[in-house]
């Protein structure tokens, strides 16, 4: 062969690798810009509040009584961290039936003639209400027992196509339980409610069968309206019952006040399945903290008014059983609380030695507060370190490479739990441990950050603790605090998926209230003051200083320039109100740490992880440092405080 000929095929041959190599690189191109649309079309789904447009919805319900109020409160919260805000894009028009069967279809009727996207119908009556009336919208339901017996469909997936929602039926069988380990020898619980209310027959009638294999007797009592419940109670008591239990019937809670003052009088002890009346009076309470189910509610609600069909949206049942125990009530009817109702039942995990870890990314006041949020709970919960568990407390002291190496660690060994602080330990975490359940917290945006295609979809073996900021409320703060008020200033690290995605949202929250945001980027602890300068320089009226890992960590650093250059300096970490911020307007990093070991001992107590949807922390706030609000010469409005 030729030296021309062997040029000729070595000429050949880098032509073809070169060109495999432009194919490839195109493919793995279009792939990255693939993922990428996935990834934004996950984040930009029919959950979260459109940009620009305004929503209207109708909310109807039985009457005025703590059930309603609290599902009205969770559904509004939940709406509010989905960016629909009341009386800024969302606008609300409530109606309710005054606590009368005959008022429900007309206030549906009434409804269905206004200028609205959707009606919200709440209770089960409210929704076989709606269903007969409303015609020309689309129904989200919630706070019912039983949406199918009220004739929302056949199944959960094969429903009317013009509703979708939230049923939460009652633990019936461990409330008759709880009654029984409070009162072993009881033979005879007595219970009234409205015949025509279908949610509460198909209660009773649970209840009716599962006391008959207990040899218990269940005395029943009917009414019709709630001017009966006080006589009604009066003759149930005098049946000789042991106890009264009282489901959610709507009549009944309508009179609930009239329930209490009979029991009491009469000495006998009421239970109920509404937790949130224990306080008015019940001895306790098995069932369904209905703030829980109006808050997940509020993503149905979001889908349908973002245009999703609800025909293809399933209905789902949603409780979140939670016991409450009214003390004071049982001291004073001499009643002995099991002491696994009064910890939790988490007995048959004492004694166990259960492992657990915890991995930091760095050092922050947000990873110290979720620490001892976790250690604080767990001692609650009756647990003791040493004896019950041990925990292990891993920190990469913000270094990448050694954050990796934990992982690694983790990895090796088997853990009962794995709890995981922030958005950077999660992501490395979650890719290499696959044998142990984790449980994060003091992350941001799960989704952004890759854990999920929602709070309900999301990666198996772990669920967490979501600490999304409250951009609208610090705006809107920022806005009636500081006079002529027009730019506002943060520092982000791009290397944090949650910093960027903070940024990105407090951008669109300024942006939609007529204000500009400068953001400066820092990577390293010595960036950040040059960035602090940056940003004052480009002329900011306030700073608004998102939380992440890195700016967490150098509050002080930010805030002295703040103090330098006169500046306002507004947190989203309580905490920085110590180093000499204004306000605060934070979710509580310590109640992270709280939330995130009850979703560690339901998956203790055999809920899997996959099954258990991302929360977000239960308790926010907006504090205020008064000595700062005397340097910088102004007051923050009174009624932020009152939040």
Not at 540 to 557: H, K, P, V
Request: a negative charge; glycine letters at 6%; aromatic letters at 8%.
């Amino acid at each position: 062969m030729t030296m021309r000929k062997i040029e000729k095929i070595i000429n050949g041959i880098l032509a073809l690798v070169l060109i495999s190599s432009i194919l490839l690189l195109s493919d793995l191109s279009n792939r990255k810009r693939d993922v990428a649309r996935e990834a934004d079309t996950i984040y930009q789904s029919g959950f979260y509040a459109q940009e620009g447009r305004i929503y209207k919805i109708g909310l109807t319900y039985f009457g005025p009584d703590k059930t309603y109020d609290l599902t009205e409160k969770g559904l509004f919260d939940g709406l509010r961290d989905l960016g629909f805000i009341k009386d800024s894009n969302l606008s609300v028009i409530a109606q309710h039936a005054n606590g009368e069967m005959a008022n429900l279809q007309p206030i549906h009727l009434n409804m269905d003639n206004q200028n609205i996207d959707l009606v919200v119908a709440t209770s089960t009556p409210g929704i076989t209400a709606a269903i007969s009336a409303i015609k020309q919208h689309p129904i989200v339901f919630t706070m019912s027992y039983t949406p199918l017996e009220a004739g929302a469909g056949k199944s959960f997936t094969d429903h009317l196509p013009n509703l979708t929602g939230v049923g939460s039926f009652p633990p019936v069988e461990k409330t008759m339980e709880f009654i029984r380990d409070l009162m072993p020898d009881i033979k005879r619980i007595g219970t009234l409610y409205n015949s025509s209310e279908i949610n509460s027959q198909l209660v009773i009638e649970k209840a009716r069968d599962y006391l008959k294999s207990q040899q218990i007797d269940l005395v029943e009592n009917t009414v019709v309206n709630t001017s009966e419940v006080y006589q009604a109670t009066s003759a149930l008591c005098m049946r000789n019952v042991d106890a009264v239990w009282i489901t959610g019937d709507n009549t009944a809670l309508q009179a609930f006040h009239g329930i209490v003052r009979i029991c009491r009088e009469n000495n006998i002890p009421l239970i109920i399945n509404d937790n949130e009346f224990v306080k008015d009076g019940a001895l306790a309470a098995v069932g369904v903290s209905w703030y829980e189910t109006g808050y997940h509610s509020a993503s149905f609600v979001a889908r349908v008014l973002n245009g999703e069909n609800p025909a293809g949206i399933p209905i789902e049942n949603f409780v979140k059983e939670t016991i409450t125990i009214n003390s004071e009530v049982a001291e004073l009817l001499g009643v002995t609380i099991p002491e696994k109702y009064l910890a939790g039942d988490f007995s048959n995990l004492k004694g166990k030695n259960l492992r657990f870890c915890l991995a930091h990314y760095i050092d922050s006041p947000n990873s110290e507060n979720a620490e001892k949020g976790i250690r604080d709970e767990l001692k609650r919960s009756g647990f003791e370190e040493g004896t019950d568990f041990t925990l292990k407390v891993f920190n990469a002291q913000g270094d990448i490479s050694t954050l990796n190496s934990i992982a690694d660690a983790i990895a090796s060994d088997r853990w009962d739990i794995v709890f995981v602080t922030s958005t950077p330990t999660i992501q490395a975490i979650s890719k290499k441990v696959n044998h142990s359940p984790l449980v994060f917290t003091n992350v941001g945006d799960p989704i952004r950050a890759g854990l999920g295609e929602s709070f309900e979809k999301h990666l198996p073996g772990l669920t967490g603790i979501s600490t999304m900021s409250d951009f609208e409320g610090m705006v809107a703060l920022v806005k009636e605090s500081v006079k002529n008020v027009k730019t506002i200033g943060t520092i982000f690290t791009p290397g944090e998926v949650n910093a960027v995605a903070y940024k990105e949202e407090l951008e669109k929250a300024a942006k939609k209230n007529g204000l500009e945001l400068i953001a400066v980027p820092a990577n390293t602890v010595t960036e950040v003051s040059d960035a602090a300068l940056s940003i004052v320089n480009r002329g900011i009226d306030a700073f608004t200083q998102i939380s992440d890992n890195l700016t967490a960590s150098c509050g002080s650093t930010i805030i002295k320039v703040a103090y330098d250059t006169k500046t306002p300096y507004f947190a989203f970490i309580s905490d920085q109100l110590d180093q000499g911020a204004i306000a605060a307007v934070s979710r509580d990093y310590y109640y992270a740490g709280v939330d995130a070991v009850t979703m560690a001992l339901e998956i203790l107590n055999g809920e899997k992880p996959d099954d258990i949807p991302f929360r977000l922390v239960q308790k926010s706030s907006v504090k205020v440092n008064p000595d700062a609000e005397k340097y910088f010469k102004f007051k923050i409005p009174e009624k932020f405080l009152k939040q």
